[in-house]
């Protein structure tokens, strides 16, 4: 099971972190990744690592602003968001699978319940 946590209200400019972790299941075995989906729009890719760390991938739109990084030892992945935007507030989901990072939502078999983050303006 997958949790996700650290959403929030923010004004524009700011920064929050979020974290996925993990009970029961070690995920240092699984590529991770973040996606978000915002009100009235579809889920969308943000962000991957793979299970090393030795491979990362941006949308995008968050490149140059967002930090996907992970601690295997804590069991935990963590999107480290600066700079947010109005339109950066969506649902924030964690996702893990046993295969590569990939940017599709349908690669991800497991998933987080969501982390609502919100950005002023």
């Known amino acids: 099971q997958l949790q996700a946590s650290g959403g929030g209200l923010v004004q524009a400019g700011g920064s929050l972190r979020l974290s996925c972790a993990a009970s029961?299941?070690?995920?240092?075995?699984?590529?991770m990744a973040w996606f978000r989906q915002a009100p009235g729009e579809e889920r969308e890719f943000v962000a991957a690592?793979?299970?090393?760390?030795?491979?990362?991938y941006y949308a995008d739109s968050v490149k140059g602003r967002f930090t996907i990084s992970r601690d295997n030892a804590k069991n935990t992945v963590y999107l480290q968001m600066n700079s947010l935007k109005p339109e950066d507030t969506a649902v924030y989901y964690c996702?893990?699978?046993?295969?590569?990072?990939?940017?599709?939502?349908?690669?991800?078999?497991?998933w987080g319940q969501g982390t609502q983050v919100t950005v002023s303006s």
């Open positions: 029961g299941r070690t995920l240092s075995s699984y590529a």
């Open positions: 996702a893990a699978d046993l295969g590569g990072p990939r940017r599709s939502q349908f690669q991800y078999g497991y």
């Open positions: 690592i793979s299970y090393s760390g030795g491979s990362i």
